[in-house]
């Protein structure tokens, strides 16, 4: 199916440990977004790209590192997770902006112990 | 600081009732307002979405009304159905940056 993917879907980290969330999407969309999703906070955006080869900082980007090499990848790097790094990531990509269609992956549930 | 506010964090409605969700927000450059659902385990999908220089907008059972001096909206949900049960938000944007700007949610759960 056609659509936005997140690898992985679950993952636990133990603090200090490294990784990265992948997101693919085959709709060819320009801009793709990283969000995190926390209880009583809504999502909140922590990088996004607005085309291959360009990354910019959200609302919450520190701990966090992102890279766009190729048009259908964006990927988010932690680079020593830590406990308040527990959340639920989402990616989503849009054509151009918000104001046309959006799509979000189904999310990844991330644990830092 | 969140830039749109969202209340109630829950609510409970009877099937068949109406369920009403309300968003604030403070920066009048904001001039898209979309509102997303979203069921466990899955990512938002878009729901309704409205603009400015509208004051209500309905699409079925889902309808945005809008209040521009009063910097606030909000969605009504008619006809509530256990279907329906979900997590809604609503969000802003400026629609020349990129920039979705997310309320906290809202828990919807109608009883059947």
């Known amino acids: 199916n056609a659509g ?22 085959d709709m060819n969309h320009e801009y ?4 995190r999703q926390d209880p009583g906070m809504g999502l909140r955006l922590i990088h996004y790209s607005v085309g291959e080869g360009t990354t910019a900082k959200g609302e919450v980007p520190d701990g ?35 104001n046309t269609e959006a799509f979000f992956g189904q999310g990844t549930r991330l644990t830092v112990v | 600081q ?12 009877q099937k068949g009732g109406i369920s009403i969700i309300n968003c604030a927000y403070e920066n009048t450059a ?3 307002f979309p509102w997303y659902q979203q069921f466990p385990g899955k990512g938002p999908a878009l729901l309704i979405a409205i603009r400015p220089d509208v004051s209500e907008k ?25 279907g329906d049960s979900a997590t809604y938000f609503c969000a802003a944007l400026i629609v020349n940056d990129y920039k979705l700007s ?11």
Not at chain 1, 7 to 19: D, E, I
């Open chain 1, 4 to 25: 936005v993917t997140q690898t992985p879907k679950f993952r636990v980290l133990k603090t200090g440990q490294s990784m990265t969330l992948l997101c693919a999407q």
């Open chain 1, 32 to 35: 793709m977004y990283w969000y």
């Open chain 1, 64 to 98: 966090y590192n992102v890279s766009r090499l190729k048009k259908q990848n964006f990927l988010l790097g932690l680079e020593s997770a830590a406990p308040s790094q527990t959340s639920v990531y989402f990616c989503a990509s849009t054509p151009q902006g918000w």
């Open chain 2, 2 to 13: 969140q830039q749109v506010k969202q209340s109630p964090q829950s609510l409970i409605v």
């Open chain 2, 30 to 32: 904001f001039d898209y």
């Open chain 2, 58 to 82: 309905k699409e079925g059972r889902f309808t945005i009304s809008f209040n521009k001096s009063a910097k606030q909206f909000s969605l009504h949900i008619m006809d509530s159905q256990p």
């Open chain 2, 102 to 112: 997310f309320g906290a949610g809202t828990t919807v759960t109608v009883r059947a």
